[in-house]
């Protein structure tokens, strides 16, 4: 399976929610790829601190690729892997088609904002191109950094649930500290100790309604 986190909105938890995946696909006990195709090098700063906190042992492989080298590169790389997690950046970029065109399902956060939720129209226009090349895309929306407690994860969910093309994954991640924290180590959210109990089962949660 090859996934690629996107969307054209930054801040939206793309690269979390990318980097917990490849841990958690690992651990499954697929041979996972990280592919980082944003720019701004996130899900490769992650691997560095994953490496320094666990002395190499990251568990999966990581790799840069951006551009037209992009779906070349993945498409040669994917029967040596079992899974392929595409980490991309927060705006429509060439990166971020070649990832879309070669994969098989494709997930994008959202937090419950409505500066967020606005920029669905350009997703669906995004992902009807795509789909033009690549008409067996999935595309999957759910939300992130959900409030504790609040309405505007009620309304988001009901606004995500009716876009057409798309699949809504009722599991919501909450806005919690341990993601940050986590991640500021190299660990996935589920690897932190003392464990974050409710954000391991929320993005467990998440991950099992994703097509493996
Ligand atoms: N569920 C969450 N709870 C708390 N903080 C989160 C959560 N998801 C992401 N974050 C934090 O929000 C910020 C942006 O997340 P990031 O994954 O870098 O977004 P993107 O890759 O979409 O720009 C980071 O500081 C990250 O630690
Ligand atoms: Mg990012």
Redesign the pocket.
Known sequence: MIYTVGGIK???????ISVNLAVWLAKQGGDVLLVDADEQE?ATDFTSFREHTLNGETNYTAVKLTGDQLRSQVTKLSSKYDHIVIDSG?RDTISQRAALVISDVSLFPFRPRSFDFWTITKVQNLISEIRTVNPELRAMVFI??ADIRSEDNRETAEQLKEIEGFEFIPDM?????A??LA?GQGLAVFELSPQDAKASKEINALFKAIPQ
């Open positions: 930054g801040g939206t938890g793309k690269t979390t996130s927060g992130n950094q991640v909450c806005n919690r500290k993601f940050a991640g």
